[in-house]
């Protein structure tokens, strides 16, 4: 029987539909992020850097291009004949076909999985969040306090607290209550999502629950843990971490790397992130061009004026264009004399020449008032702007747009223009 200290399972399965178009064919964690990374490269850095060399991956939306991503784990290091990672996608048992209805109801169908590791501890992790953590000092802390669950928790300001499930500890970190999105927080430490079980304490509440619709871990599980006598504590977690799951926390993750002193540091020596990397040739930035505090990937070219955006790997930026504040994600071709102000661009779009983007004032957009905004302009996968086409801002794009599209060449401000076929 093999056996392992900790194994990983990571849940990587969500839509992430606060993300808009730019999720709307991909899972959320395979989302690209900061040039040549997708957002999954960070949990997986994460525990290949703590110690944690077996990671089950549970995906279930829009799998395809996280599976690809990931493949076998290689640029994690994470390629093992005993452990390394494995992708879980929900599968038809006999009897019945279930897709997973809630978090913890995900790491229930993995059970056999977990099972062949016989471990001491689980460590349960989000797929979604940019930061770096040493999941082994939560684990000596969950250990010195003969701890039965674990949850990292990181102080927030108190006004912010009403947003996330919040904790409230003793004198000694000891968990004595929780409340989901207080009106009026007892305390400012949020859950982060991330926990450390005691695999027979994990076993146990899984099987107790399992018959509860969309089982998930801050509803059921930790409660349950709690409510049976469990040693629950709260590790405090005081460094960078963003859970990027609005397009504008996105936009601002993405901002805060191309900083003079960034906040969040992608090339720390001691604390690599990695990722899997195709072989492409340098950057080509031509004399013409302008490049101040940017992130430019692998292969690009670039040949107009560039200011404190985040350009993928592959993408062509033609001449005399102007880009701003902008993430153009990889294999994107915009063409001359364009004008890009506060863009999301995702992966194999073609703007094409004389086109200006995040025009004009700001309106509400009219169809998703809540994703589409900040200023921003959304443009999906795969999408085509045809020339000469001027876009205000708070709008989305998705699909292969004509000229008989747009009305006098225009997309005004909070409008949506999303073709058949694309819907998100």
Same mark, same amino acid.
């Given at each position: 029987?093999?056996?392992?200290?900790?194994?990983?399972?990571?849940?990587?399965?969500?839509?992430?539909?606060?993300?808009?178009?730019?999720?709307?064919?991909?899972?959320?964690?395979?989302?690209?992020?900061?040039?040549?990374?997708?957002?999954?490269?960070?949990?997986?850095?994460?525990?290949?850097?703590?110690?944690?060399?077996?990671?089950?991956?549970?995906?279930?939306?829009?799998?395809?291009?996280?599976?690809?991503?990931?493949?076998?784990?290689?640029?994690?290091?994470?390629?093992?004949?005993?452990?390394?990672?494995?992708?879980?996608?929900?599968?038809?048992?006999?009897?019945?076909?279930?897709?997973?209805?809630?978090?913890?109801?995900?790491?229930?169908?993995?059970?056999?999985?977990?099972?062949?590791?016989?471990?001491?501890?689980?460590?349960?992790?989000?797929?979604?969040?940019?930061?770096?953590?040493?999941?082994?000092?939560?684990?000596?802390?969950?250990?010195?306090?003969?701890?039965?669950?674990?949850?990292?928790?990181?102080?927030?300001?108190?006004?912010?607290?009403?947003?996330?499930?919040?904790?409230?500890?003793?004198?000694?970190?000891?968990?004595?209550?929780?409340?989901?999105?207080?009106?009026?927080?007892?305390?400012?430490?949020?859950?982060?999502?991330?926990?450390?079980?005691?695999?027979?304490?994990?076993?146990?509440?899984?099987?107790?629950?399992?018959?509860?619709?969309?089982?998930?871990?801050?509803?059921?599980?930790?409660?349950?843990?709690?409510?049976?006598?469990?040693?629950?504590?709260?590790?405090?977690?005081?460094?960078?971490?963003?859970?990027?799951?609005?397009?504008?926390?996105?936009?601002?993750?993405?901002?805060?790397?191309?900083?003079?002193?960034?906040?969040?540091?992608?090339?720390?020596?001691?604390?690599?992130?990695?990722?899997?990397?195709?072989?492409?040739?340098?950057?080509?930035?031509?004399?013409?061009?302008?490049?101040?505090?940017?992130?430019?990937?692998?292969?690009?070219?670039?040949?107009?004026?560039?200011? @404190? =955006?985040? +350009?993928?790997? %592959?993408?062509?930026? !033609? &001449? $005399? *264009? /102007?880009?701003?504040?902008?993430?153009?994600?990889?294999?994107?071709?915009?063409?001359?004399?364009?004008?890009?102000?506060?863009?999301?661009?995702?992966?194999?779009?073609?703007?094409?020449?004389?086109?200006?983007?995040?025009?004009?004032?700001?309106?509400?957009?009219?169809?998703?008032?809540?994703?589409?905004?900040?200023?921003?302009?959304?443009?999906?996968? @795969? =999408?085509? +702007?045809?020339? %000469?086409?001027?876009? !205000? &801002? $708070? *709008? /989305?794009?998705?699909?292969?747009?004509?000229?008989?599209?747009?009305?006098?060449?225009?997309?005004?401000?909070?409008?949506?223009?999303?073709?058949?076929?694309?819907?998100?």
């Amino acid at each position: 029987m093999i056996k392992k200290e900790m194994i990983a399972m990571l849940l990587a399965g969500g839509q992430g539909s606060r993300l808009g178009v730019l999720t709307s064919k991909v899972a959320k964690p395979a989302v690209s992020f900061g040039g040549k990374y997708r957002i999954i490269d960070f949990p997986l850095s994460n525990c290949i850097n703590s110690g944690v060399d077996t990671v089950g991956v549970l995906t279930q939306y829009q799998p395809l291009r996280l599976n690809t991503h990931i493949g076998i784990g290689i640029p994690w290091d994470l390629d093992r004949n005993i452990g390394g990672v494995t992708v879980l996608p929900p599968y038809e048992k006999t009897g019945n076909s279930e897709w997973y209805t809630g978090t913890a109801n995900a790491i229930y169908q993995n059970m056999d999985y977990m099972e062949t590791f016989n471990p001491e501890y689980v460590l349960i992790l989000s797929g979604d969040h940019i930061y770096k953590m040493d999941y082994e000092v939560m684990l000596d802390f969950h250990k010195a306090n003969n701890a039965d669950v674990t949850l990292a928790a990181m102080p927030v300001p108190l006004e912010e607290a009403k947003r996330f499930g919040i904790v409230i500890t003793d004198e000694n970190r000891k968990i004595v209550d929780f409340e989901e999105k207080p009106e009026n927080p007892r305390s400012n430490l949020a859950s982060m999502g991330i926990y450390i079980f005691n695999w027979k304490t994990l076993k146990q509440a899984l099987i107790a629950k399992a018959e509860q619709p969309a089982l998930d871990f801050g509803k059921h599980v930790i409660p349950y843990c709690h409510e049976n006598g469990g040693r629950l504590f709260a590790y405090e977690y005081n460094g960078y971490w963003k859970d990027v799951g609005t397009l504008n926390s996105y936009w601002e993750a993405n901002m805060e790397l191309i900083d003079i002193i960034p906040e969040f540091n992608l090339y720390e020596e001691y604390w690599k992130i990695y990722t899997k990397s195709d072989i492409l040739p340098p950057q080509y930035i031509s004399g013409d061009s302008v490049v101040e505090k940017c992130i430019i990937g692998e292969g690009a070219n670039i040949y107009g004026k560039i200011y @404190n =955006s985040v +350009i993928g790997c %592959g993408v062509t930026i !033609g &001449k $005399n *264009t /102007v880009v701003r504040d902008s993430i153009i994600m990889n294999e994107v071709v915009v063409g001359d004399n364009c004008e890009l102000n506060k863009a999301i661009i995702a992966e194999n779009v073609v703007v094409q020449n004389n086109v200006h983007l995040g025009i004009g004032d700001e309106v509400p957009n009219e169809t998703d008032p809540n994703i589409y905004a900040n200023g921003l302009v959304t443009i999906g996968e @795969n =999408s085509e +702007i045809p020339a %000469g086409i001027n876009v !205000g &801002k $708070n *709008t /989305v794009i998705s699909g292969k747009t004509e000229p008989s599209d747009y009305q006098n060449g225009l997309l005004p401000s909070g409008k949506s223009l999303i073709k058949a076929g694309d819907e998100a």
